[in-house]
């Protein structure tokens, strides 16, 4: 009687363990495509551009002109601030104003003080949004 028990018991056991493979396809449908990832990064960076410093001391020290072309691609408006660097390690902001006469490749400020640290006329530098 009691081997009836035990042959009853792995019969028992054994229809109760039915194993289940796992569809692999239905598993990677939650898995985002590498293109989507990458779409989502786009969104986060941080645009900047290079361009020339020209001085013009008729401006106030904590203007900067634009061109609307170059503040759209820089995603700013006129009166929003920008930030200008210089040679990675000058970092000075600046209120904007928008201007057509002022080339695309270029950004006026005020240049009384600028010599102070070191930067001349005709500079090349960063130019981004601030952050504030």
């Given amino acids: ?3 009836e028990a035990k042959t009853n018991k792995q019969q028992a056991s054994e229809e109760v363990v039915p194993k289940k493979k796992i569809d692999i396809r239905a598993a990677l449908q939650f898995i985002p495509p590498a293109s ?3 779409a989502e990064k786009k969104k ?3 645009v900047e551009r290079r361009v020339r410093l020209k001085f013009h001391n008729e401006l106030k020290e904590s203007v900067a ?3 609307p072309d170059l503040a759209r691609e820089l995603g700013v408006k006129e009166g929003e601030y920008i930030e200008v660097v210089v040679a990675h390690r000058h970092k000075f902001v600046y209120k904007v104003e928008l201007d057509e006469s002022v080339p695309i490749t270029e950004v006026w400020v005020n240049g009384e003080k600028l010599p102070e640290y070191g930067v001349a006329d005709n500079s090349i530098a960063t130019v981004r949004k601030a952050r504030r």
């Fill in 44 to 46: 986060t960076t941080i």
């Fill in 65 to 67: 002109k634009l061109n």
């Fill in 36 to 38: 989507q990832l990458a």
């Fill in 1 to 3: 009687m009691a081997e």
